[in-house]
């Protein structure tokens, strides 16, 4: 069984609220979480995606 990934929901002010839900409900009900994005550029400036 796969387990889906944890959020902290945050208020609009990036306060997190104290609700921990899944992915999916944060996503389906339109909450904030934080996430990170990482970009990897060579010497080409070629990006790994």
């Known amino acids: 069984m796969k387990r889906e990934e944890m959020l902290d929901v945050l208020d609009e002010n990036g306060i ?10 944060v996503h389906k009900r339109g909450l904030w979480h934080r996430i990170i994005v990482v ?3 060579n010497e080409k400036n070629e990006i790994l995606i």
């Open 16 to 25: 997190k609220t104290g609700e921990i839900l899944p992915r999916s409900e």
């Open 39 to 41: 970009a990897i550029i």
